[in-house]
């Protein structure tokens, strides 16, 4: 790895400059989902009457399910070196992936909102801390790291992994030997039993928390070798992503249903500090450092999306400039939304998981029949960067086939704000992913059965013939 500022941004990386180990991705993808973020994910179930133990199988079944459509998106980093919404011209066209790029830069915002948000409030009840001045640090933290880039990503995750662990192996041994509950902590929750709505909301939320990392995976895959083996690489995303929130998502649910915890940070805190005092501070800052370094993720795949929409409207130059201002202008949005315009961080985690959830599931079942059922990874890559491309303009079948996912997901929608009229006739029974999902993929493949490929052939091989010079 080097040290240097990341010089490359949206265009493809030379199999030369490939560098990284398929392990590494594990760590990654594991850390960055240990932090409160996940711990408040195992807070929901419990508020709508679940039990621990229906809680934890809610969000164990979530999360396996929607793990399995981010990580097949890990092996398009490597086979075509491209960040994941520039590969998502070939479905969309060069000008129609700005709809997409919409929602995922809704999504990368929002998480820094949300992440903002959590944060500020967490230390300022934990330590009395000043929100808004924790606000604009971890900002600041948060934008050096996405503009240092990819490297620095990594390797900060990879350190934050090996410090972190042992200590939230402390805490869960407490938790199992019952030393982690504080004197005179009352259960709030301790007797609740199952819902129907209660899991399908908690499954909701913990499949929306990775399928909503799906625009990010080839961002930090596409520096690896070109011949990196595709079951490997799916293999240590799937199982670093998934094994932080099969361990913190149940210790939520814990800290809700056994100390009637509301915030994740609070009630770390007191967990920790009943197992022995200072613990509880120690997994709150090295917690707030582990989604600090997320909320660098966040802000580095943001300036790649907002680089591929100006790009797509008019070409820019890939230079390092570019990614630092980029990151600088979304970082400065997502804190002053955080800290000043968000109120009610339960709201907003609840709504926006959803949203996301919402606009990035028929995106990513278009992305991913593409991939695998269509083009089966074969790509024109020099077309991606040329508005008279063999990919065109505006791609109306992957435009039409992400369109129609969204607007069938309407009616069966819950949200705190918007009840859809299936939904409600369902006890607001939340399917409405289940459905973008399916209607889109199929949908899309239906449409691509008169797609010629043949026809794209010829500007595959003179795309090989340029990047091999």
């Not at 990654?28 to 039990?51: D, E, H, K, M, Y």
């Not at 944060?119 to 300022?124: A, D, K, P, Q, R």
């Not at 991606?384 to 992957?398: C, K, N, S, T, V």
């Not at 993929?441 to 008169?450: A, D, I, K, N, Q």
Request: aromatic fraction near 12%; proline fraction near 5%.
């Amino acid at each position: 790895m080097t040290t240097r500022i990341e010089t490359r941004s949206i265009d493809y990386v030379p199999e030369a400059e490939r560098h990284g180990k398929v392990w590494q991705q594990g760590p990654f993808w594991f850390l960055g989902n240990f932090q409160p973020f996940t711990v408040a994910i195992g807070l929901i179930g419990p508020s709508l009457g679940l039990s621990f133990w229906w809680t934890a199988l809610a969000c164990v079944l979530g999360v396996a399910f929607g793990t399995l459509f981010m990580a097949f998106h890990a092996s398009q980093g490597p086979v075509l070196g491209l960040p994941q919404m520039v590969q998502s011209r070939a479905q969309m066209g060069y000008r129609g992936v700005l709809l997409p790029l919409v929602a995922t830069l809704f999504t990368f915002v929002g998480f820094n909102v949300v992440d903002t948000r959590l944060i500020s409030t967490g230390l300022s009840g934990v330590f009395g801390w000043d929100p808004v001045a924790v606000g604009i640090a971890i900002t600041v933290v948060a934008a050096l790291l996405a503009c240092y880039g990819h490297d620095w990503l990594h390797r900060a995750f990879q350190a934050l992994f090996v410090v972190s662990v042992p200590f939230w192996v402390i805490l869960t041994v407490g938790i199992l030997a019952g030393t982690a509950v504080p004197d005179g902590a009352a259960p709030a929750a301790a007797t609740g039993g199952f819902t129907l709505v209660g899991f399908l909301v908690q499954f909701t939320a913990s499949a929306s928390y990775n399928i909503t990392y799906a625009p990010y995976v080839s961002d930090y895959s596409r520096y690896l070798p070109g011949d990196t083996p595709m079951p490997r690489i799916v293999g240590a995303v799937f199982w670093g992503a998934t094994g932080s929130p099969f361990w913190l998502m149940p210790i939520g649910a814990w800290l809700a249903t056994q100390l009637g915890a509301t915030d994740p940070l609070a009630g770390l805190n007191d967990a920790g500090n009943a197992v022995f005092p200072g613990l509880g501070g120690l997994l709150t800052v090295l917690a707030v450092l582990a989604l600090v370094a997320t909320m660098g993720i966040n802000a580095y795949s943001a300036m790649l999306t907002v680089l591929t929409g100006l790009d797509s409207l008019r070409p820019i130059r890939h230079t390092a400039g570019a990614r630092v201002i980029t990151v600088l202008v979304v970082s400065v949005i997502g804190a002053v939304l955080g800290i000043w315009l968000v109120r009610d961080a339960t709201t907003a985690l609840s709504d926006g998981l959803l949203i996301m959830l919402y606009l990035l599931t028929p995106w990513t079942a278009v992305n991913l029949v593409d991939f695998y059922f269509v083009r089966r990874g074969h790509y024109a890559i020099t077309d991606l960067f040329r508005p008279d491309g063999i990919y065109g303009r505006w791609a109306w079948r992957g435009i039409l086939a992400f369109a129609v996912g969204i607007v069938v997901e309407v009616p069966f929608a819950v949200l705190s704000f918007f009840t859809g009229p299936a939904a409600a006739a369902m006890h607001q029974v939340d399917l409405a992913f289940l459905v973008g999902l399916v209607v889109a993929g199929v949908l899309y493949y239906r449409l691509t059965r008169s797609l010629d490929l043949s026809a794209e052939r010829p500007a595959i091989r003179r795309s090989e013939e340029a990047l091999a010079r």
